[in-house]
C-alpha cells in the first residue's frame, strides 16, 4: 500500500468523490492495456539505480549549493519504494538538513526559489517521517510557508490577481505551478482543505482557470473561456503557452492538471463548474506524445502531474472526448519505458526548464510511474 503519499483521509474521501470526474469505461469494456508489473517494476529500478549512482559526494544532485533538484530526487527515491535508511537516501536527507534556517525555511541562503526549494524539501522530510523524526521540520517550514503567500500580510487585498498564491520567493510574482506546490506541501505538513491559507490559494487558483464565473473576474476569463489553466493572471497575465490575437492567456497541459490537483486538495466538489470544465479540457486534450499547448517543453513536469492528479482522483479507465477509453497507468509506464535512456535516465531534447538535466527528468519521471501502481 501507498500510505505515505495519500496526502490526508480527507482528501482521499474527496478522491473517492472524484471518481465520478471523468467518463469512466463501463466493466463490459475492457481496457486496451493492462498494468504490466513486471514492466513497472523493471522501468523503475533502472531510473532509481541511476539515481543512486548520480550523488554527488556531498549527499545532493547536480549541484552542492542549491536543495531544490536535490529534494525532488529524494522524494522521488522514496515514493519509488526506498526506505529512508537506505543509504543515499539517508546521506540525502541529512544534507538537506543543513539548508535548514531559522525562520524555519529550508533553503540555499542567497536562493531566490525559497518556496519552491522549502515546498519540496517539505515533500522528502514527509515521505521519510517514519515514527514523528521530522515533524518539527515540516511544522516550522509550514510556518515559513504561511508567511510566504501573497495576501493581506503583503497589503494587497483578495480583489488582486496576485491574492492566495505564491511565486518562487516572497518578492517574486506568484503562479499556478509554485502555489500547486505550496498547496501540496501544506497538505503534506498536516493542514486541512479548509484552511484559510489553502483557501486564499484556491482563489488564486479558480483565476488561473480559463473560465468566466464568479470565482473569476478577471480580464482574462472570458477571452479563452475553455476550461483550462495557465500560468497566472498576475502582474499583466502570462501563460507558457502564449496569448490569443485578443490577449487571451493560452490553456495548456501541465498547469491544467496542476490546477484541477489543487482544487481537489482544496476541497472542491465534483458538481463545482470549475472542475466540470476542467474535465472537459482534459477529455479534449488527453496526451502522453507532450505536454499539450506546450509541445516537448515542460514534458516530464507534464507526466508527473499528469499522473499525480489522475492518481488523487482515483480514476483508473476513463473515455476522452473522441470515445476512446485509457487505462493511463499503463500507457504512461509504456511511454516512460520506450523513452528511457540505456542507462536508466531520463531526459528531455527540449532543455526548457531544466529538464536537459537527467537528475530532474529521471526524478519526475519516477515520481510518475510511482502513481502508476494498480489500485486495489
Known sequence: MRINRRILNITSLCAFILTSLFSIASAEEPAKDEINLQKLKKTQMKGINFLKNSQLEDGLWTTETVPGISALVTTALLESGVPASDPVVAKALSRLEGFIKKDGGIYYAKSNHRNYETCISIMAFSAANQNGRYNTIIKNAEKFLRGLQWDEGEGIESSDTAFGGAGYGSHQRP???????????????????????????????????????????????????????????????????????????????????????????AGVDKDDKRVKAAKEWIRRHYSLKENPGMGQMGLYYYFHTFAKALDTMQVNLFKDAEGHVHNWRAELITRLEKLQQPNGSWTNKTERWYEADPNLATAYALLALAYCQPTK
Open 175 to 265: 503562479d499556478l505551478s509554485n502555489t500547486q506546490y505550496l498547496i501540496e506541501a501544506l497538505r503534506k505538513a498536516g493542514v486541512k482543505s479548509d484552511d484559510p491559507a489553502i483557501q486564499k490559494a484556491l482563489v488564486f487558483v479558480s483565476r488561473t482557470q480559463n473560465l468566466e464565473s464568479e470565482h473569476n473576474t478577471t480580464p482574462f476569463s472570458s477571452k479563452v473561456n475553455d476550461g483550462g489553466f495557465y500560468y497566472t493572471p498576475a502582474a499583466g497575465g502570462t501563460s507558457q503557452a502564449g496569448k490569443t490575437p485578443d490577449g487571451g492567456l493560452r490553456s495548456y497541459g501541465s498547469m491544467t492538471y496542476a490546477g484541477l490537483k489543487s482544487m481537489i486538495y
